[in-house]
Structures are given as structure tokens and as C-alpha cells.
């Protein structure tokens, strides 16, 4: 089984940088894909940012192409997600996830069998 540990966010003022870090444990990191997804009240969970294996790809939803950079240090088994240029609308709760990569894709919430608890990213206008 794998655990997942999130750390960082907090409150920003749009136009702002943060930078959230997952640990993982309990498994060898470097098997696993990595992601951020994110969700606010009410709405459905949207994917954010993506990473294959090792030095493999990285994969972003449209709204945060540019701004938002996912990297992994499988040394220390942790993904980051790099937050420049934050919008009110990034507002969120932020979830880290680990899948096997068996489906082949990067994207949805189906592709990833474990989840952290999420961490709050408050941007103010």
C-alpha cells in the first residue's frame, strides 16, 4: 500500500507562487506515476498535472499550461507542484495521487489507486 503525505500550499495573493510537495511511502517510488488533481465544493474532482516514471513525460490540463510545473526527486520518493502566476480561480483543494500506469493514460482519477487528503490553496484577488 501506498501513503501519501501533502505539504505546502496556504494563502496567496493572485499573481502569487506556491509549491506543494507529496511524500509517498510504503511502495518504491520510482515504479509509480504521479499526479495533482484538484476540487472545490461541489464540483467534480479536475485533474491537474501529471508525471510519468523516472524521466518520462509530464502532462497538464489547459488551464494551468505555463504556470504550474510537476517534477519528482525519487531520491526523496516526493512530487512537487511548482504554482506561478496564481489565479483566484486555482482555489482549491489539492490532492496528490499515485497510480501504476497500467491504463496507459494520465489524466483521470481511474488511473491513480491511491490519494493524499488534500491540501487547501486559497488564492485572494
Known amino acids: 500500500q501506498v501513503q501519501l503525505t501533502e505539504s505546502g500550499g496556504g494563502l496567496v495573493q493572485a499573481g502569487g507562487s506556491l509549491r506543494l510537495s507529496c511524500e509517498a511511502s510504503?511502495?518504491?517510488?520510482?515504479?509509480?506515476?504521479m499526479a495533482w488533481f484538484r476540487q472545490t465544493p461541489g464540483t467534480e474532482r479536475e485533474f491537474v498535472a501529471s508525471?510519468?516514471?523516472?524521466?518520462?513525460?509530464?502532462y497538464y490540463a489547459d488551464s494551468v499550461k505555463g504556470r504550474f510545473t510537476i517534477s519528482r526527486d525519487n531520491s526523496r520518493n516526493s512530487v512537487y507542484l511548482q504554482m506561478n502566476t496564481l489565479k483566484p480561480e486555482d482555489t482549491a483543494v489539492y490532492s496528490c495521487?499515485?497510480?501504476?500506469?497500467?491504463?496507459?493514460?494520465?489524466?483521470?482519477?481511474?488511473?491513480?489507486?491511491?490519494w493524499g487528503k488534500g491540501i487547501q490553496v486559497t488564492v485572494s484577488s
Open positions: 495521487a499515485a497510480g501504476f500506469g497500467r491504463s496507459g493514460s494520465y489524466y483521470a482519477s481511474d488511473d491513480y489507486a491511491y
Open positions: 510504503g511502495r518504491p517510488f520510482s515504479v509509480l506515476i
Open positions: 508525471m510519468s516514471r523516472g524521466s518520462g513525460g509530464t
